[in-house]
């Protein structure tokens, strides 16, 4: 099926958590899709990586550490910009697989600040820029977490329930505006990072989880499908898309061969 190519007017794309795994995939989605993208992330040397990667490939990209827990440093960032076309809230992660009795509130205060928070300022910030456009597009990458919970991720399931609703609140309250709101909610995907950061670093305990799992989703899967509904025609909004690995077939119900 054809893509629609993006207006001079809402060509510009803003990725966050753009410096490993979803984030970066969509970069790059985004800009072979024709979209000038702004990569933003906390790690500066990786978002600058992947913007002259980008470049050398025929694209465009530019770089910008940013935050986005650090709603002074998002309004700074959004000033740069009149109007853009796209945004991505992907920045987000899980911090721990313990059980309510015992999990840590640091751990789920992160969470809900990156996930949730971050994902408030800057929509906030750059609602504006997107209304401007003409033919804005949100994004919220979220997760079947927050659409359904399993023993010990009380913490991000609450944090993804959190952007889930944020998304699906946003979009009744800008009903009428130029302006679409989609999630994306990616089941078991397998990146570098992600069940690594969430087990601190344990090799063993990030591997368990996609053990016995032939083909977990990848960064490419899920970055193929953000692009897809970001380059629907512009009346087509697509609300929510789950996507899961065949071998899942819920959150606690995944096919291993073991």
Same mark, same amino acid.
């Given at each position: ?6 207006? #001079? ?8 958590? #753009? ?20 990569? $933003? ?5 990786? !978002? =600058?990586?992947?913007?002259? @990667? ?8 530019? /770089? ?5 827990? &650090? ?8 000033? #740069?910009?009149? $109007? ?6 992907? /920045? +987000? +992660?899980?911090? *721990?697989? &313990? ?7 640091? &751990?789920?205060?992160?969470?809900? @600040? ?16 997107? !209304?401007?456009? *003409? ?12 659409? +359904? ?5 009380? *913490? ?11 998304? =699906? ?13 989609? =999630?994306? /909610? ?10 690594? $950061?969430?087990?601190?670093?344990? =090799? ?17 899967? !899920? ?6 509904? !970001? ?7 697509? &609300? ?8 899942? /077939? ?9």
């Amino acid at each position: 099926m054809a893509t629609a190519a993006p207006s #001079a007017a809402s060509r510009i794309a803003v990725v966050t958590g #753009a410096s490993s795994g979803i984030g970066a995939a969509t970069a790059r989605q985004l800009a072979a899709a024709g979209y000038r993208v702004v990569l $933003t992330a906390r790690r500066g040397d990786r !978002v =600058e990586a992947l913007a002259e @990667e980008i470049t050398r490939s025929g694209g465009s990209a530019t /770089a910008y550490p940013l935050d986005v827990t &650090d709603r002074a440093a998002v309004d700074e960032f959004a000033g #740069a910009f009149r $109007t853009i076309g796209v945004l991505v809230n992907n /920045a +987000g +992660g899980a911090l *721990g697989a &313990d059980p309510v009795a015992t999990g840590d509130p640091a &751990d789920w205060r992160t969470m809900y @600040e990156t996930n949730v928070l971050g994902t408030l300022n800057v929509t906030q910030a750059l609602l504006p820029k997107l !209304v401007a456009s *003409g033919d804005g597009t949100v994004v919220v990458v979220s997760s079947t977490a927050g659409h +359904g919970t399993y023993e010990g991720g009380g *913490g991000y399931v609450a944090a993804k329930h959190g952007a889930h609703v944020l998304a =699906e609140t946003l979009r009744l309250e800008i009903v009428g505006l130029p302006v679409r709101v989609i =999630e994306i /909610a990616p089941g078991m995907v397998k990146t570098d990072e992600f069940a690594l $950061t969430r087990f601190g670093g344990d =090799e063993t305990k990030a591997a368990k989880v996609y053990e016995g799992v032939a083909e977990p989703l990848t960064a490419s899967d !899920v970055a193929e499908t953000i692009a897809w509904a !970001v380059t629907r025609p512009s009346h087509v909004n697509v &609300d929510l898309l789950v996507l899961r690995p065949r071998a899942q /077939a819920s959150n606690t119900k995944v096919h291993r061969e073991l």
